[in-house]
Nanobody, 127 residues
Framework: QTQLVESGGGLVQAGGSLRLSCEASGRTFSNYVMGWFRQAPGKEREFVAAISRSTGNTYYAESVKGRFTISRDNAKNTVYLQMNSLKPEDTAVYYC????????????????????WGQGTQVTVSS
């Protein structure tokens, strides 16, 4: 069983930056594609970014492309989401997730494709 624990959320002004971290338990972290999703109040959960197992390939939602960067450190069992130029519309609970799917990462944008989820961390961007 893989457990995911997010950290790094908080309150930031528009234009600011935050770095989210997600640490996974277990020894099979490198076997999973890792993704970040978010859910704003009253809205459906949406895909943010994904990163491949070991090649470092990444894929982003259009709404965050150029502002957010996903990365991972397999030696530390950790995936990161660097968020720059934050906007009030980025306010949401952010979740990391792990997928064992063999699909290419650009196809892994639905929550149902991920096997494990963290508990979420709140990001609030004030205007």
């Amino acid at each position: 069983q893989t457990q995911l624990v997010e950290s790094g959320g908080g309150l930031v002004q528009a234009g600011g930056s935050l770095r989210l971290s997600c640490e996974a338990s277990g020894r099979t972290f490198s076997n999973y594609v890792m993704g970040w999703f978010r859910q704003a109040p009253g809205k459906e959960r949406e895909f943010v970014a994904a990163i491949s197992r070991s090649t470092g390939n990444t894929y982003y939602a259009e709404s965050v492309k150029g502002r957010f960067t996903i990365s991972r450190d397999n030696a530390k069992n950790t995936v990161y989401l660097q968020m720059n130029s934050l906007k009030p519309e980025d306010t949401a609970v952010y979740y990391c997730a792990a997928s064992s799917s063999v699909l290419i990462i650009s196809a892994l944008t639905r929550g149902s494709q991920y096997n494990y989820w963290g508990q979420g961390t709140q990001v609030t961007v004030s205007s």
